[in-house]
C-alpha cells in the first residue's frame, strides 16, 4: 500500500519559493535537481528551510542524508513503496512536501501517523541522531540539528492554521475514518477552516461525563489517551525524597520537566505517571482535579519523536504503546504546566506534552483561576502528544490505585485514580 503527501498549490499557499533559486547553501557544491516536478531552470525550487537543512548536512556530515535514508530502507523495506523515498534528495522532497502538507486519512485512519513516523524514521538513523540532542538529563539547550527539527514543526504547523490546509475531500477522509470518531466532533459555524481547527476539534456536549464531580478524593483523566502500566516505570514512578523518578535505569529531576517551578520541590515523594494520545484522538486536555491554578505557563524545548520498528517491522512511534529506548524525552519536549492545588490531594502537576510536528501546546488557564474537575484547560495543535500528572506525597496515591486504560483508549472524565482517603474509599 502506497502513501502520498496532498499538497496545497503554490498559488494558494503563497509560500513559493524564489524563480530561479539556486537550491545551494553556505557549503554545498552541487545543486540538488528535483526528480519529478522541477522550475523552468530544471532545479528544485525547496523551501529556505530545506535548503539550510541541506547546507549544514553538507559541512557536518557529507553524504550523512543519504545514509540516514539507506539505513531506514534496511530496517523497512516498505519505505521505498510507501512514500517513494530511496535516497536524500527523495527525503528532501518529501519534507519539502510536509510544509504545504493538506492532510488526508484512510479508512484505517494509520496514515497521517505513518507519515510522520517515516519523517522522524530516517531522522533517527545514524549518522543523524547523533548530530541531535541526546535524551539524557545531563543534556543543555538543543544541537543545531534538533533546533532545526523545532523550527521546521513550527512552520509545519503554520501552514496547518491556514485555509489553504483543508479541503472539502480531505475533511471527508476524516469523516470516513472511523477511528477519529467524527460524528462525536462539534461542528463550527462556518465548519473547519483550517486543518488545526479540525484536530482541536471540540466535542458534542454530554459525551464525555465527568465521575463523581465532587469527590476530590478522585481524579480523572485529562484527556482521551491510553495509560498501560505495564511497562514498569516507564508510564508510572515513585518521586524519590530527592526529587527525580527513575526511567530505565535513569534518573530524572523532577526540577528539570517543571523548569524553575517553584513548586518542584513539592513533588518529592509523590507520584509521576504519564499516558499518551494517538493521532486520531481528540486533543483537548480537562483539569484532572479541581481547585486553585497556582502556576500555569509554557516551556519551550525539542519536537521529538522517536520512531522505529518492532516485532512485525513495521514503524512506529517508541514510549507509546511500545517500549522506548529513550524513556525520559518528555523532560526535554516543548510543553505546558498547570499546578492545581486541591484541598484533599494537594498539589496536582498536569503536564501536556507535545511530541513530532506539534506547533503548539495552548494553555487555556491562568494563575489564580479556580478550576472544576473535567474543566478544559489546554489543547495540542497538529502532532503527537503525551500527558504526565504529578502528585505529591500527601495525595497517598498508590501504582495500584491507578486504573489502567482497558480497551482502545480512555475517556477523559473517566476514573483515572481513587486515592486512599476520602468519601471514594468508604
Not at 184 to 207: D, Y
Not at 393 to 418: C, H, M, N, Q
Given at each position: 500500500?502506497?502513501?502520498?503527501?496532498?499538497?496545497?498549490?503554490?498559488?494558494?499557499?503563497?509560500?513559493?519559493p524564489?524563480s530561479h533559486?539556486?537550491s545551494?547553501?553556505?557549503?554545498?557544491?552541487?545543486?540538488?535537481?528535483?526528480?519529478?516536478?522541477?522550475?523552468?531552470?530544471?532545479?528544485l525550487?525547496?523551501?529556505?528551510?530545506?535548503?539550510?537543512?541541506?547546507?549544514?548536512?553538507?559541512?557536518?556530515?557529507p553524504?550523512?542524508?543519504?545514509?540516514?535514508?539507506?539505513?531506514?530502507?534496511?530496517?523497512?523495506?516498505?519505505?521505498?513503496?510507501?512514500?517513494?523515498?530511496?535516497d536524500?534528495?527523495?527525503?528532501?522532497?518529501?519534507?519539502?512536501?510536509?510544509l504545504?502538507?493538506?492532510?488526508?486519512?484512510?479508512?484505517?485512519?494509520?496514515d497521517?501517523?505513518?507519515?510522520?513516523?517515516?519523517?522522524?524514521?530516517?531522522?533517527?538513523?545514524?549518522?543523524?541522531?547523533?548530530?541531535?540532542?541526546?535524551?539524557?538529563?545531563?543534556?543543555?539547550?538543543?544541537?543545531?540539528?534538533?533546533?532545526?527539527?523545532?523550527?521546521?514543526?513550527?512552520?509545519?504547523?503554520?501552514?496547518?492554521?491556514?485555509?489553504?490546509?483543508?479541503t472539502?475531500?480531505s475533511?471527508?477522509?476524516?469523516?470516513?475514518?472511523?477511528?477519529?470518531?467524527?460524528?462525536?466532533?462539534?461542528?463550527?459555524?462556518?465548519g473547519?477552516?483550517?486543518?488545526?481547527?479540525?484536530f482541536?476539534?471540540?466535542l458534542k456536549?454530554?459525551?464525555?461525563?465527568?465521575?463523581?464531580?465532587?469527590?476530590?478524593?478522585?481524579?480523572?483523566?485529562?484527556?482521551?489517551?491510553?495509560?498501560?502500566?505495564?511497562?514498569?516505570?516507564?508510564?508510572?514512578?515513585?518521586?524519590?525524597?530527592?526529587?527525580?523518578?527513575?526511567?530505565?535505569?535513569?534518573?530524572?529531576?523532577?526540577?528539570?520537566?517543571?523548569?524553575?517551578?517553584?513548586?518542584?520541590?513539592d513533588?518529592?515523594g509523590?507520584?509521576w505517571?504519564?499516558?499518551?494520545?494517538?493521532?486520531?484522538?481528540?486533543?483537548?486536555?480537562?483539569?484532572?482535579?479541581?481547585?486553585?491554578?497556582?502556576?500555569?505557563?509554557n516551556?519551550?524545548?525539542?519536537?521529538?519523536?522517536?520512531?522505529?520498528?518492532?516485532?512485525?517491522?513495521?514503524?512506529?512511534?517508541?514510549?507509546?504503546?511500545?517500549?522506548?529506548?529513550?524513556?525520559?524525552?518528555?523532560?526535554l519536549?516543548t510543553?505546558?504546566?498547570?499546578?492545581?492545588?486541591?484541598?484533599?490531594l494537594g498539589?496536582?502537576?498536569?503536564?501536556?506534552i507535545?511530541?513530532?510536528?506539534?506547533s503548539?501546546?495552548?494553555?487555556?488557564?491562568?494563575e489564580?483561576?479556580?478550576?472544576?474537575?473535567?474543566?478544559?484547560v489546554?489543547?495540542?495543535r497538529?502532532?503527537?502528544?503525551?500527558v504526565?500528572?504529578?502528585?505529591?506525597?500527601?495525595?497517598?496515591?498508590?501504582?495500584?490505585?491507578?486504573?489502567?486504560?482497558?480497551?482502545?483508549?480512555?475517556?477523559?472524565?473517566?476514573?483515572?485514580?481513587?486515592a486512599?482517603?476520602?468519601?471514594?474509599?468508604?
Amino acid at each position: 500500500m502506497s502513501l502520498s503527501v496532498t499538497t496545497a498549490p503554490d498559488e494558494v499557499t503563497s509560500i513559493s519559493p524564489i524563480s530561479h533559486l539556486d537550491s545551494k547553501a553556505p557549503g554545498i557544491t552541487q545543486k540538488v535537481i528535483h526528480e519529478t516536478s522541477t522550475s523552468n531552470d530544471g532545479y528544485l525550487r525547496f523551501n529556505p528551510v530545506i535548503v539550510m537543512l541541506i547546507g549544514y548536512l553538507e559541512q557536518v556530515s557529507p553524504g550523512g542524508l543519504d545514509s540516514a535514508v539507506h539505513s531506514a530502507l534496511e530496517k523497512n523495506p516498505d519505505f521505498r513503496s510507501k512514500l517513494s523515498i530511496k535516497d536524500a534528495n527523495s527525503f528532501l522532497t518529501f519534507a519539502n512536501d510536509l510544509l504545504k502538507w493538506v492532510p488526508r486519512e484512510s479508512f484505517e485512519g494509520k496514515d497521517i501517523y505513518d507519515i510522520l513516523c517515516t519523517f522522524y524514521f530516517v531522522l533517527d538513523q545514524p549518522p543523524l541522531r547523533k548530530l541531535q540532542t541526546p535524551i539524557r538529563p545531563d543534556s543543555q539547550g538543543l544541537t543545531w540539528l534538533s533546533s532545526w527539527i523545532v523550527v521546521y514543526a513550527q512552520l509545519v504547523g503554520q501552514f496547518l492554521d491556514t485555509p489553504a490546509s483543508i479541503t472539502p475531500s480531505s475533511l471527508q477522509s476524516f469523516a470516513t475514518s472511523p477511528p477519529y470518531r467524527f460524528h462525536e466532533a462539534e461542528i463550527p459555524k462556518g465548519g473547519f477552516r483550517t486543518f488545526n481547527a479540525f484536530f482541536t476539534r471540540r466535542l458534542k456536549p454530554g459525551l464525555r461525563p465527568i465521575a463523581c464531580p465532587d469527590d476530590d478524593s478522585v481524579i480523572v483523566y485529562p484527556a482521551d489517551c491510553t495509560y498501560d502500566n505495564s511497562l514498569a516505570n516507564q508510564s508510572i514512578s515513585r518521586i524519590s525524597p530527592h526529587g527525580s523518578v527513575e526511567i530505565k535505569n535513569v534518573r530524572w529531576p523532577i526540577s528539570m520537566l517543571l523548569q524553575g517551578s517553584a513548586h518542584a520541590a513539592d513533588f518529592d515523594g509523590g507520584n509521576w505517571m504519564h499516558a499518551f494520545l494517538n493521532t486520531t484522538n481528540y486533543h483537548r486536555q480537562h483539569a484532572p482535579v479541581s481547585g486553585r491554578v497556582l502556576e500555569a505557563k509554557n516551556i519551550q524545548g525539542m519536537a521529538h519523536l522517536e520512531a522505529d520498528t518492532v516485532g512485525d517491522g513495521q514503524v512506529r512511534m517508541m514510549g507509546g504503546a511500545d517500549a522506548s529506548e529513550n524513556p525520559g524525552y518528555q523532560f526535554l519536549q516543548t510543553r505546558g504546566l498547570v499546578v492545581i492545588e486541591n484541598p484533599v490531594l494537594g498539589k496536582v502537576a498536569f503536564l501536556p506534552i507535545g511530541m513530532a510536528m506539534v506547533s503548539s501546546v495552548d494553555l487555556f488557564v491562568a494563575e489564580g483561576d479556580v478550576v472544576r474537575k473535567g474543566d478544559e484547560v489546554s489543547c495540542f495543535r497538529f502532532g503527537g502528544s503525551d500527558v504526565i500528572c504529578i502528585f505529591q506525597e500527601k495525595a497517598g496515591l498508590r501504582v495500584e490505585d491507578f486504573v489502567p486504560t482497558s480497551g482502545e483508549f480512555s475517556k477523559y472524565g473517566s476514573i483515572l485514580a481513587r486515592a486512599p482517603t476520602g468519601s471514594s474509599r468508604m
